[in-house]
């Protein structure tokens, strides 16, 4: 008898302790998430989740940056930084300059010295360009030339959707070798 009593005191003791039970920094006794990085347990108002959007036209991200919920001092240190410089490089993405494989016209004086970016599959053709820029923009340069998108119908029975796949190839372009004459932009035929 005396046996069973020692086993439920061990039991309420590991239960009611803070770091297996309780928030690790308020501690309070209901923590349903934990930290994704130092996998401390987090109450609802401790936490700190990933924002919507974040991070997506990065293709790899590191595993630092790819968990939902995260402690006060383990957002700062790594998803504040790598959110700051994200921004800055989709900013810069946003205002680079894209010429489509149809426009070999404009593009013919520029060099392209870079291999060509592959995006294996997006959402859209938006998704596909900015993913594109986004690595051109990382690369620090600020033209996209060449650009193919390619859209393919996937059937599923009788579900349908439309799976994306684009390449670019990064470029910097000098505005002086661009050609400025846009009627040679149509083709008159």
């Not at 923590?31 to 130092?38: A, K, L, N, T």
């Not at 036209?57 to 957002?75: A, G």
């Not at 004086?109 to 690595?135: C, H, N, Q």
């Amino acid at each position: 008898m005396k046996t069973d009593t020692n086993s439920s005191d061990s039991e309420a003791q590991t239960n009611s302790g803070c770091t297996t039970a309780g928030c690790a920094h308020c501690g309070k006794s209901k923590s349903p998430y934990q930290c994704g990085v130092c996998n401390d347990a987090l109450c609802k108002s401790c936490v700190q989740f990933m924002p919507d959007g974040a991070f997506q036209y990065l293709t790899i991200r590191p595993p630092e940056i790819s968990h939902n919920w995260y402690c006060s001092v383990c957002f700062d240190n790594n998803v504040g930084t790598a959110l700051a410089t994200y921004e800055d490089i989709a900013a810069r993405a946003r205002t680079i300059s894209v010429f489509d494989i149809s426009q070999g016209k404009e593009t013919r004086f520029i060099k392209r010295l870079e291999k060509p970016i592959v995006i294996p599959s997006g959402l859209d053709e938006f998704d596909i360009t900015m993913r594109l820029a986004y690595i051109a923009a990382e690369k620090n340069c600020n033209a996209l030339v060449d650009v193919n998108i390619k859209a393919v119908k996937v059937r599923d029975g009788s579900y349908q959707t439309t799976a994306y796949s684009g390449t670019g190839i990064p470029t910097i372009v000098d505005d002086r070798k661009l050609m400025k004459d846009r009627s040679l932009w149509t083709d008159p035929n």
